[in-house]
């Protein structure tokens, strides 16, 4: 009897832990799509990600880089004053996107350029995100509007 009940604890605490596993296994694969890692315009020319690979981009939209195509179809350059990526955007661009303004896309880089589903411009004059601050002031071309640091 003793014997029994030690086996079915053993059966017990291994289904456990294959059902742990499992669940650990399943929510791993589903968020894999759901991380977008960021990367400056430097980071993207030094080490290309790979072009099925979905990231964020950010910086700065180069001036006079904005040329819109046919129907919804944007091309423009974002920078991070070090280096520049080509960017091709297809959809309504936010209210607040223009040249010399902070930008951060989502997508993928395909041949050099990267293809943008998403674009989100600052909300206000003073706001970029802390990705795009903090790669702008490692290229040392970051100027904070307010006059700090």
Do not use: C, W
Not at 25 to 50: C, H, K, M, T, W
Not at 53 to 62: A, K, N, S, Y
């Amino acid at each position: 009897m003793r014997g029994l009940k030690k086996k079915r604890r053993i059966q017990i605490i291994v289904v456990a832990f294959v059902a742990l596993a499992s669940a650990t296994a399943i929510i791993g694969y589903a968020l894999q799509d759901g991380i977008n890692f960021f990367r400056s315009p430097s980071q993207v020319i030094a080490e290309p990600p790979r072009p099925a690979e979905v990231f964020r981009i950010g910086g700065l939209v180069e001036d006079g880089s904005i040329v819109r195509g046919q129907g919804e179809e944007v091309r423009f350059a974002v920078t991070d004053g070090g280096a520049t990526v080509p960017v091709t955007f297809v959809g309504i661009l936010p209210d607040l996107f223009e040249e010399g303004q902070g930008m951060v896309g989502t997508g993928r880089y395909v041949n050099g350029v990267f293809e943008a589903s998403e674009i989100l411009a600052k909300h206000d004059e003073t706001y970029m995100p802390k990705e795009v601050v903090d790669a702008l002031k490692e290229q040392g071309v970051y100027q904070d509007p307010e006059g700090g640091s």
